[in-house]
């Protein structure tokens, strides 16, 4: 059966659909020795011969799902310039190399996936997909709830307009307050944005839950293996890709 080169790439292990896309065009793919640079290339998984950065792709054994909880102080990329420590320096134990889904910031504490099923990441990073992701954040000030109709309404931060979102008042002080944050898009540091946009800066964040999975009682900086239905749920969730 032909596939794109990417999804066959993302099938193997080596990194989500979007990013192998990337590995293509910066032309480190080559496909029976030849050089691969288009997107639209189709290949075959039995027969053709894949290479990135010329090692030779070989089938995967086991596909892994893993729920980690990352603490504040480590990054969700594979490497960083800085040599901070990532979330791969957390599950050393497992032997399959797995790749965050998506991100958290450096300084948000929560849940994350890691797996080596390409995809699922796809399917659930997605933009179209808009996956409910829960944090519950300790903001300045008092939020009000005015604060909570701006949120659902959409708020501007930069010059993106966010999509309607759940705030839910925890509790609120002069000082401070605890809410809880609903929203399905993933822009970049949205939910710190989205409340220094109603005056109230982010002070502590964590995220909570991924649509129904959620932390549990997992211990900061402890794992475990997503189940079977917690799987099949996530691919569901995901949706069909159609490509
Ligand atoms: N929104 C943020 O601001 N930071 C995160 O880590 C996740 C969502």
């Known amino acids: 059966?032909?596939?794109?080169?990417?999804?066959?790439?993302?099938?193997?292990?080596?990194?989500?659909?979007?990013?192998?896309?990337?590995?293509?065009?910066?032309?480190?793919?080559?496909?029976?020795?030849?050089?691969?640079?288009?997107?639209?290339?189709?290949?075959?998984?039995?027969?053709?011969?894949?290479?990135?950065?010329?090692?030779?792709?070989?089938?995967?054994?086991?596909?892994?799902?893993?729920?980690?909880?990352?603490?504040?102080?480590?990054?969700?990329?594979?490497?960083?310039?800085?040599?901070?420590?990532?979330?791969?320096?957390?599950?050393?134990d497992?032997?399959?190399?797995?790749?965050?889904?998506?991100?958290?910031?450096?300084?948000?504490?929560?849940?994350?996936?890691l797996t080596n099923d390409g995809e699922l990441t796809?399917?659930?990073?997605?933009?179209?997909?808009?996956?409910?992701?829960?944090?519950?954040?300790?903001v300045k000030g008092r939020v009000t709830s005015e604060?909570?109709?701006?949120?659902?309404?959409?708020l501007l931060i930069e010059d993106y307009k966010t999509s309607p979102s759940k705030l839910y008042i925890i509790k609120a002080s002069l000082e401070s307050s605890l809410v809880s944050i609903t929203i399905h898009e993933g822009k970049n540091r949205q939910v710190r944005k989205m409340c220094s946009a109603i005056g109230h800066d982010v002070i502590t964040l964590k995220r909570i839950s991924i649509g129904d999975i959620t932390l549990g009682n997992l211990q900061k900086g402890s794992w475990r293996m997503l189940t079977q239905p917690e799987i099949d749920y996530l691919y569901k969730l995901g949706g069909n890709t159609n490509d």
Do not use: W
Request: proline content about 4%; some cysteine; hydrophobic content about 35%.
């Open 1 to 92: 059966m032909v596939e794109r080169l990417q999804k066959v790439m993302a099938e193997y292990g080596v990194a989500s659909r979007r990013k192998c896309e990337e590995l293509i065009t910066e032309g480190r793919v080559k496909v029976n020795g030849q050089l691969v640079t288009e997107l639209g290339f189709k290949v075959d998984k039995e027969q053709d011969q894949i290479e990135v950065d010329s090692k030779v792709l070989k089938p995967q054994e086991k596909k892994v799902y893993v729920l980690l909880y990352k603490p504040v102080g480590y990054i969700t990329s594979a490497k960083d310039q800085f040599n901070r420590p990532t979330v791969l320096d957390l599950v050393q």
């Open 94 to 113: 497992i032997k399959e190399r797995v790749f965050p889904v998506g991100r958290l910031d450096y300084d948000t504490e929560g849940l994350i996936i």
């Open 122 to 138: 796809y399917r659930i990073t997605h933009p179209k997909h808009n996956i409910d992701k829960t944090y519950t954040a300790l």
């Open 147 to 154: 604060d909570v109709v701006k949120f659902r309404q959409g």
